[in-house]
């Protein structure tokens, strides 16, 4: 996994651990589809004259694996490095619901285990909604008492800077572009450009539905009743009105496709409370699961409210 050949000593190594909570590694396999970079040249290439990532732990992809691998997560053999959390936090009873590795014979919980890393890390950056939120692991009526690894650390009272990037899974370029900018502006500059909810401003900073190429139907009033039809798919579930993300203007598969495009509505996977609000998926939002949007809501009333809305849901 460490990177060493053709580093000369001139060129300062930024170790990064990515360590792997409750997840199905959908993030990781979303990163390692990046286009432009190529994950070769962010984890082989200089990200900037003078500068190196250095890979140092990633369960996936690692050639490593068992106690040898988690070896390396040991204080000695990291320091003055970035976390990347992907995945949930199991906390209940003590976060037994998920482990990673021994000691002494007893199973190390996930929860003990990414609070010692974070304890020692430079930053933590949240991957994917599970890690920012709690996502799709947190869902109600969650019985493992998972949440993302900022409320993880407030609860732990350990103050680390959390950038999160949430998605499920996120487009690797919220991911990659995300580091680079910390290895070309510094981390203070990149903490400043977040958001409330320490997003990326960047990625985030527009709805789904202000940038949506349907948006035209939404402003004539013409409504899709179907999956396949034309029309604005907000009668269909869409949760681009209440979804912060660039996705429309980003695509996913080398800007080949994405979700509204391919014919189906949003689903508000980078929402925070996704999801339990963005459920069922295929419903229209109403008053019920959102408070602000009336039942019986035709198109001037949702203008309203969207116009009246700038902020991401309570």
Known sequence: MKSEKRISPEVKEIPVAWFNGASDSGCTISILNAVN??????????IRPGYHLNLRFQSTIMAGSGELAVDMLREEKLENYILVVEGAIPT???GIYGTV???EGKPITIQERVLDLADRAIAVIALGTCASFGGIFAA?????GCQGIGDTLKKAKILRPVINIPGCPPHPDWF??????????GLDKVLKSLDELGRPKSFYGQLIHDIC???PYFDLGKFAEKIGEEGCLYYLGCKGPLTYADCPIRGW???SNWCVMSGGPCEGCAMPEFPDLSSPLYQKIVQKRLPGIRKDTDTEELKVYL?????SLP
């Open 213 to 215: 190429p349907r948006r």
């Open 92 to 94: 209940a009873d003590g």
């Open 101 to 103: 590795g021994e000691k």
């Open 37 to 46: 970079p190529t994950i070769k040249n962010v984890l082989i290439d200089l």
């Open 140 to 144: 109600a009526p969650n019985p493992t």
């Open 307 to 311: 116009k009246a809305s700038s902020n």
């Open 253 to 255: 598969n080398n800007q």
């Open 176 to 185: 990659i572009k995300t580091v680079v900018e910390i290895i070309h502006q």
